[in-house]
């Protein structure tokens, strides 16, 4: 069983940010939380981790809370390419890889 | 460059066939694996490996076969298609980094068995 909570779905207006939420307060000391995103039809693209600091790239940010219960990703300026389903993944990297388990993820729309 | 290469990118095939989908990554990783998406759903594991030689199962591994004869290749066979396994196909690859696995996925095989 998936091991996070997302909302179902989500909008966003062109060119504002778009802050997905997620809920993971089971989370371990040797989980990392991942983020992926699927573009319909598309395999699914990596788009950032952490364990417990903030971390940014090309594409997102990611917010951890201090007790690491749940976090947010963050894109700073969404586009209509950025619509996708959106999935967090807690990630034990004490375990073999790409033993990824996805639940439904969040659906983000982004209007114009 | 290619990444993680899938083929066939459409597939169908009648009840009781057998078949195989072919999975290729050439970023000298160690880590395979073979997930399926059904309609409106999140990717379910259905095999993975750890290296050349070495397999195991993943959530949904009933009606599935694979092989890790070398790092590059990763097979995944049907032994006789259901309509059950109508779906879509991901294979992943991914390296051990320090801080954490990051996964590439191929762009996915869509099978349809009647």
């Known amino acids: 069983d998936a091991k996070t909570t997302q909302p179902p779905s989500m909008d966003c207006a062109e060119g504002r940010a778009a802050n997905l939420p997620c809920n993971h307060s089971?989370?371990?000391?040797?989980?990392?939380v991942y983020w992926y995103r699927q573009i319909h039809s598309q395999g699914p693209q990596y788009i950032i981790h952490?364990?417990?600091n903030n971390e940014t790239n090309e594409m997102a940010s990611l917010i951890i809370t201090e007790d690491r219960k749940s976090s947010t990703l963050i894109l700073p300026h969404a586009t209509l390419r950025d619509t996708a389903v959106y999935y967090c993944?807690?990630?034990?990297?004490?375990?073999?890889?790409?033993?990824?388990?996805f639940g439904a993820g969040t659906i983000l729309r982004v209007k114009s | 460059n290619a990444g993680v290469t899938q083929t066939p990118k459409f597939q169908v095939l009648k009840t009781g066939q057998s078949m195989t989908l072919q999975c290729a990554q050439d970023?000298?990783?160690?880590?395979m694996s073979w997930y399926r998406q059904d309609p409106g759903m999140g990717l379910r594991l259905i095999h993975y490996?750890?290296?050349?030689?070495?397999?195991d199962q993943g959530e949904v591994p009933n009606g599935y076969n694979v092989s890790r004869s070398t790092t590059e290749d990763f097979p995944l066979r049907l032994l006789s298609a259901a309509p059950s396994q109508t779906s879509v196909y991901f294979c992943?690859?991914?390296?051990?980094?320090?801080?954490?696995?990051?996964?590439?996925f191929g762009e996915g095989s869509w099978l349809t068995v009647v």
């Open positions: 992943a690859s991914s390296y051990t980094g320090v801080s954490g696995n990051t996964i590439y």
């Open positions: 089971t989370i371990s000391g040797n989980e990392y």
């Open positions: 952490g364990l417990k």
């Open positions: 993944i807690v990630v034990n990297i004490m375990e073999y890889g790409n033993k990824l388990v």
């Open positions: 970023m000298n990783h160690e880590y």
């Open positions: 490996s750890v290296g050349a030689g070495i397999t």
